[in-house]
């Protein structure tokens, strides 16, 4: 037996009250001798035993009353444990199917988000008229298809039937949490929760317990014991965050074998910009992963999309991950000052005094009284070398290139005037101080070596004999959201980024003219030293995570396009859906519906541009790998009371016996009801008895 509402049970506290009234009158009564009607006492002894008898009944019929009434209030449900209980309780379910990733698994017997979903219509068969229903797909959120318990039960197994699988992890508390949830709205005294799931570990990872709020049974019903094999992609990377044109790049990638058996017969291929471009066979053991590289050139700038593909295998959702990788080229740079060649030619090299139309650069010079009167808005970053004061209407240009979004690259002499540069400070990356002179010569030791600025270079290429020594320099002060990337042998710092409005300001502590200065101008790191700066500087003004995972937001600032709205379209969607997104405040874009692994591509007009952009969708890998949980540790984690159902077991009937039961207040009520009948006729027969005794004043 159990009670639904088991606060009421302190009701019975209440049936001392008559027994209280009873002892307490028993005390009060007084013996009174009186000699002329002392020989009755004899011939009514009978008749006070059936008095007193009487009285105890009255007191046990009172007690039992009060007891009935709150049990009645207490709802107690008699379990399918008493032969005579055959009913059936009023049942409320949860039933979470889980429909992450992973369940597209093709077993033996099928794909196995099919096989739950029979079990989840044999689950909401063996509902019965008065019984309520949800439903709630699982995945790493909860995805409800009921928000409340429903008692049209055949829209619940409707639901069931068109439920389709996600390209989502698993991630099991939340569901759990919602169907508790629903089922804490529920009045009935039967609750019950069905887990149908595969119970892949990745879904009870990084947590511990779940209590059941609800009290709640739980049912969990695992797939089968199939033992399960997968090979999937778990990473693709590229080697360089900065991609230049005509520069080899390796991507890296990485496959996991998720099976008892070696790889055999696998294929896999990569495609760049709906190319096939190369194909091996990769090799690895039993539970192995292996890391295999590609190496690719770009020829072309601008935004370049990819996809690898392994051969098909029993979860053919994770054998192919996308890509988005931006290659620059034709970076349009102004190099100012009086003495630029050193930088134009490190950006880009002549070939008999011919530009190479090639390179990822297109530098041209301009002296500082040229700038005053340049229209800059097609340049796309700005070189100052040495220049030696800003003029008012030199500023004003500076600040309105960078309000556009675009980036500056200092390199300061000691020749500067230092008061002139401070006054500027607020647009540059550190204040300005006193010249230093370095005896012995300094050199270049300290810097983020993950930096995509250095991400080229190898430890070695600062050290040792051919390593680039500074002489002279000028001692700085980093602004406060400013960050030193790299110093020298005794501190000082060397370059500085700080983020100005969407662009970038970047500070060499070097001259870009003096050769006594520093020996860096004609060093070997030169060259790619700079053009990774102008690279990076030019990737901060478009960036964004190109790259994301099934689930993740889209974010991304298109100011620059002009335009006001965008058609947001997943590439080889046999559909040909597509979104509109307007533009926020300042080209923001935030687009959520990443519920599919592909290509997207974004476009919008604006008035003298047209916007075309890309981003990448991927499955995450951690749910391609198949292990179950142990069943039995799942259960102990969610539940003391959870119930392991088999798929072997007859379903239906199992669950019925879990269901028979009746409740039995009003029963109980009835016969309370009847007891102060019974006791209200001896009460007033004792009144009339006590009466009738009473003599007569005549």
């Known amino acids: 037996m159990g009670f639904l509402n088991p606060i009421f049970l302190l009701g019975i506290l209440a049936a001392a009250v008559p027994l209280i009234i009873h002892l307490w009158r028993r005390h009060q009564a007084k013996t009174v001798d009186f000699s002329s009607l002392m020989f009755l006492l004899a011939a009514h002894r009978q008749n006070v035993r059936r008095i007193q008898l009487k009285h105890l009944l009255i007191l046990l019929l009172r007690v039992l009353i009060i007891v009935l009434i709150a049990l009645a209030l207490a709802r107690p449900l008699l379990k399918n444990r008493f032969a005579f209980a055959g009913g059936r309780t009023k049942t409320s379910v949860v039933i979470i199917l889980d429909n992450s990733y992973s369940m597209g698994y093709q077993g033996i017997r099928g794909d196995r988000f099919e096989i739950a979903k029979g079990m989840a219509l044999e689950i909401a068969q063996s509902l019965q008229r008065g019984d309520s229903a949800s439903v709630i797909l699982m995945s790493d959120i909860p995805d409800p298809l009921f928000l409340k318990l429903t008692k ?258 200092y390199f300061v002499g000691d020749g500067v005037d230092t008061a002139n540069y401070n006054a500027f400070a607020d647009w540059l990356p550190a204040g300005v101080e006193q010249p230093i002179i370095w005896k012995p010569p300094a050199t270049l030791s300290n810097y983020k070596a993950d930096s995509p600025i250095f991400e080229v270079f190898k430890g070695e290429d600062f050290g040792g004999q051919y390593a680039p020594q500074f002489y002279r320099g000028l001692e700085l002060k980093p602004a406060g959201d400013a960050e030193v990337v790299a110093q020298l042998s005794d501190g000082t710092p060397f370059l500085i980024k700080r983020p100005i409005n969407r662009g970038l300001a970047v500070l060499f502590n070097v001259s870009a003219a003096q050769l006594d200065a520093s020996s860096l101008l004609v060093n070997q790191n030169f060259l790619p030293l700079l053009q990774q700066v102008v690279l990076y500087t030019k990737a901060v003004q478009s960036s964004h995570r190109r790259n994301l995972i099934v689930g993740e937001p889209y974010t991304a600032n298109y100011r620059w396009s002009g335009a006001t709205t965008t058609q947001i379209t997943r590439l080889g969607d046999t559909t040909q859906s597509s979104e509109t997104r307007s533009l926020i405040e300042e080209g923001s874009l935030t687009f959520n519906g990443t519920d599919a692994p592909g290509i997207y591509q974004v476009e919008g007009q604006g008035r003298d541009t047209l916007l075309k952009d890309f981003f990448a969708v991927n499955v995450d890998a951690t749910e391609s790998k198949l292990q179950p949980i142990p069943i039995q540790e799942a259960a102990e984690r969610i539940g003391a009371q959870t119930e392991v159902i088999s798929e072997s077991e007859a379903l239906e009937q199992t669950l019925n016996t879990y269901r028979v039961g009746v409740e039995i207040w009003s029963e109980l009520l009835l016969i309370a009801l009847i007891l102060m009948l019974v006791e209200g006729i001896l009460s007033n027969r004792e009144s009339a008895i006590a009466d009738d005794s009473v003599p007569s004043p005549n």
Not at 169 to 174: D, M
Request: with cysteine; net charge negative.
């Open 152 to 409: 049209d039960l055949n829209q619940v197994r409707e639901a069931i039937r068109r439920s389709q699988i996600s390209y989502r992890a698993t991630l099991v508390p939340p569901s759990l949490e919602m169907a508790h949830d629903i089922l804490e709205a529920s009045n009935d005294p039967n609750k019950e929760i069905y887990l149908i799931s595969d119970f892949n570990r990745n879904g009870w990872a990084r947590w511990n317990r779940a209590p059941n709020r609800s009290g709640a049974r739980i049912f969990l019903l695992p797939l089968d014991d199939e033992v399960t094999d997968n090979i999937s992609i778990e990473e693709v990377r590229a080697s360089n965050q900065l991609i230049g044109l005509g520069l080899p790049i390796e991507l890296g990638i990485t496959i996991g074998n998720h099976s008892d058996a070696a790889m055999a017969d696998t294929i896999l291929t990569l495609f760049i910009d709906e190319q096939k471009r190369r194909s091996i066979n990769p090799q690895a053991g039993a539970g192995e992963s292996v890391a295999l590289t590609f190496t690719h050139q770009f020829e072309s700038p601008g935004t370049h999309t990819g996809y690898l593909e392994l051969t098909a295998d029993r979860l053919p959702i994770d054998d192919r991950r996308y890509f988005v990788l931006d290659a620059y080229g034709q970076i349009r740079v102004l190099c100012v000052g009086d003495q630029t060649m050193y930088l134009a030619l490190a950006l880009n090299p002549t070939a008999q005094g011919q530009p190479n139309t090639g390179s990822s650069f297109l530098p041209a010079t301009a002296s500082l009284e040229a700038l005053e009167d340049l229209t800059l808005t097609e340049y796309d970053i700005l070189i100052l070398a040495d220049v030696p004061a800003f003029s008012a209407r030199a500023q004003q240009q500076l600040q309105a290139f960078m309000r556009a979004g675009k980036s500056v690259i």
